[in-house]
């Protein structure tokens, strides 16, 4: 087991330009968070997948937003038309079902220019 | 809603000193909190979990954990601290379903020669 993996680890993209980032989880696992994280802040919630539904989508996840989970297995977060505010840390996390704990990626970072 | 407060978002301590970093919860459900570890441009890592057992919890890397209800605490300590453990330290809160964890903003220990 690889644990989770997540790419590209960095994306710099220019503003108003669509981007995708992949993330593929333990495979054991049936649950798939993505989390956002500002510069000197914690991860803040935005959706999570059990298998392939999306059970919930936080505030923070504008339309411009939308990721998926085809199959229930890797999922991708796409943004359309970055704005400068879209420049973070992009984590995923999996988990099985039940107070485990998240194992987290390394991350994508991502800078709009 | 579940949430954590981090008191202290720096805490700085002389190698070989005890680490204290602070933890507060609010939840209206039996909380499943978790310490993690963040080193830069990481994704978070595990330390340890409080899921209802025992409330003395141990991690990895001889930290550990005390879930106090009274005082809605779950401060995560260390006897001697170690030059390695210099990092990013988040609290996490989540209910029994594991949804949704909510973050803590996080504290940076600093470890002195």
């Known amino acids: 087991d690889t644990g989770v993996s997540q790419d590209p680890r960095h994306k710099i993209t220019k503003r108003g330009q669509n981007v995708t980032f992949r993330c593929d989880p333990i495979s054991e696992h049936n649950r798939l968070y993505w989390y956002r994280q500002t510069l000197g802040q914690g991860p803040e919630f935005l959706t999570y997948?059990?298998?392939?539904?999306?059970?919930?989508k936080s505030r923070l996840l504008s339309d411009r937003f939308s990721a998926e989970r085809p199959k229930g297995s890797f999922s991708t977060l796409e943004i359309q038309r970055t704005e400068q505010g879209d420049s973070a840390m992009y984590l995923c996390?999996?988990?099985?079902?039940?107070?485990?704990?998240?194992?987290f990626g390394s991350g994508t970072r991502l800078t709009v220019v | 809603a579940q949430s954590v407060t981090q008191l202290g978002s720096h805490v700085s301590v002389s190698e070989g000193a005890l680490v204290l970093l602070r933890c507060n919860y609010s939840?209206?459900?039996?909380?499943?909190l978790f310490w993690y570890v963040q080193y830069p441009n990481q994704g978070l890592q595990l330390l340890l979990k409080?899921?209802?057992?025992?409330?003395l919890v141990k991690g990895i890397n001889g930290f550990e954990a005390e879930f106090k209800k009274s005082e809605t605490s779950f401060h995560l300590t260390k006897p001697s601290a170690h030059m390695s453990d210099a990092a990013e330290y988040f609290c996490a809160v989540s209910d029994y379903n594991n949804n949704d964890m909510r973050f803590g903003a996080g504290t940076r220990l600093t470890v002195k020669p």
């Open positions: 939840s209206s459900v039996p909380p499943y």
């Open positions: 996390a999996s988990s099985p079902t039940g107070p485990s704990g998240y194992t």
């Open positions: 409080y899921t209802s057992a025992a409330t």
């Open positions: 997948f059990q298998n392939e539904a999306q059970l919930e």
